[in-house]
């Protein structure tokens, strides 16, 4: 009994022993593994997962050659998963975009009622609420009768962010001013019946006649270039 128990190993030795033996597969780890750069593009905190051991060194893991199931995922973006080869390169850079999640889109025209289209698809009438619109640049266009066209590129931003956008269409045409004598005078513009008020007449954009009568008196034909 007394050679049996000088043959047990302390507790000192045995932690000296697992320390020594955990120090070597460290430096085994360290002398065998490779460096890999995981570049993620997108904003916001990043957090990522790979099915296997790895070692978090600054901005690099370090990490043995293999395959990996690596997983990224950031808030207002789609997770990114992919199975990853870790070649025996000594450092390695993995580019990862991640695609943003739709947003959602308001948008309104001064004045209301404007016809909307994006990238020449007919959306409706405005005011206009997309709930959910993929992320990207839209060619968006506004159209309404006696107002100029407005075309515009829109960046949705998406991310589960809603945007707002109000469009100001400016009018295709003019008030024309102008005093008579007598006053009492009817009006048309290219022969067609035009109402006079106490601010003019409003003509559309283009090159047209204004022309003025009144009973007893020569009628006036008038070039206008608006």
Do not use: C
Not at 123 to 140: D, H, I, Q, R, T
């Amino acid at each position: 009994d007394g050679g049996s128990k000088n043959r047990k190993l302390s507790l000192p030795k045995i932690l000296l022993i697992t320390s020594g033996t955990a120090l070597i597969l460290v430096l085994l780890f360290l002398f065998t593994a490779r460096s890999l750069t995981l570049n993620v593009i997108a904003d916001g905190a990043i957090n990522y997962s790979l099915d296997g051991f790895y070692w978090p060194f600054g901005e690099r893991l370090l990490i043995q050659p293999g395959e990996y199931q690596l997983t990224v995922t950031a808030e207002g973006y789609r997770a990114f998963e992919k199975k990853i080869v870790v070649s025996k390169a000594a450092a390695q850079k993995l580019e990862i975009p991640l695609a943003p999640l739709p947003g959602s889109l308001q948008l309104t025209t001064q004045p209301s009622g404007a016809k909307v289209e994006f990238d020449g698809v007919e959306m409706g009438a405005s005011p206009l609420y997309k709930p959910v619109l993929e992320a990207g640049n839209y060619f968006v266009s506004a159209s309404m009768p006696r107002y100029k066209n407005w075309e515009g590129e829109i960046v949705v931003t998406g991310r589960n962010q809603e945007q707002t956008v109000d469009i100001a269409l400016s009018p295709d045409w003019a008030l024309i001013r102008f005093s008579t004598t007598p006053e009492s005078i009817v009006a048309s513009i290219d022969e067609k019946p035009a109402d006079v008020s106490t601010k003019g007449i409003e003509v559309l954009a283009g090159n047209h006649v204004l022309h003025l009568s009144a009973p007893g008196f020569v009628t006036a034909n008038l070039s206008l270039s608006v």
